[in-house]
């Protein structure tokens, strides 16, 4: 009986000190650092051991202390300034593309409901009119793309709604007739063929 106690003694003799494993386990597991708030300590560290710098170097160039507290003072304002214009300037920048970006959108938009509306045969001419007066702000899909069945139905529905929009019947569609309609019209091309031959 006394054997296994011995084997279990060298076990424990041979394995590693539990604190020298070779895999040791990650920082953030075994202490939950919080590594925002160091980086927020090693900025102050830094920050300080810089100011400290500075006030070396403005007194190896002649100044006195409280020059150099003004010339901090002053440092530290403009730095501040030069920040604040480039977050105005950042903030400026994405208000103008955020601006453009739906700019050249609307105009997507547009430009699908006149291939509607001229896709239903209107005019070119009432086309801009139609454009202007169809409810197209949801012609945008979740994806961010155009959905061209709602632009054509936000135009079917400005149709219904001012029906002289519509195209007339009499509108031209390619083949023009040429010549005067009376009661007695001239016979076809057809009919003078028919006649010549002998045909009725």
């Keep these: 009986m ?3 106690n011995q084997n279990q003694n060298q076990a424990a003799a041979t394995d590693p000190v539990p ?3 070779p895999n040791p386990a990650p920082a953030p597991a075994q ?11 090693l900025d102050n560290i830094l920050s300080k051991r810089s100011e400290g710098l500075a006030k070396s170097a403005l007194k190896d160039n002649g100044l006195e202390d409280e020059e150099i507290k003004t010339a901090l003072s002053e440092y530290r304002v ?10 105005n ?13 739906a700019q050249i959108l609307q105009g997507k938009i547009e430009s699908a409901a006149a291939r509607q509306a001229l896709g239903l045969g209107l005019e070119a001419k009432s086309v801009s009119y139609l454009v202007k007066m169809a409810d ?3 012609a945008v899909n979740d994806e961010g793309e ?3 069945e709602k632009v054509k139905s936000a135009i079917e529905k400005v149709l219904e709604d001012v029906p002289g929009l519509k195209p007339s019947a009499t ?11 009376g009661g007695n019209p001239d016979p076809s091309h057809d009919d003078r063929l028919r006649r010549a031959f002998g045909l009725k």
């Design 89 to 101: 300037n950042l903030a400026t920048l994405t208000s103008e593309n955020q601006a453009l970006k």
């Design 2 to 4: 006394a054997e296994p």
């Design 19 to 21: 604190g020298n494993s």
């Design 171 to 181: 509108q031209n569609t390619g083949f023009v007739k040429v010549g005067a309609q």
């Design 31 to 41: 202490g939950g650092k919080n590594y925002e708030e160091l980086f927020d300590k």
């Design 78 to 87: 403009r730095k501040a300034q030069q920040a604040q214009e480039i977050q």
């Design 136 to 138: 197209l702000q949801d």
């Design 146 to 148: 155009i959905d061209e």
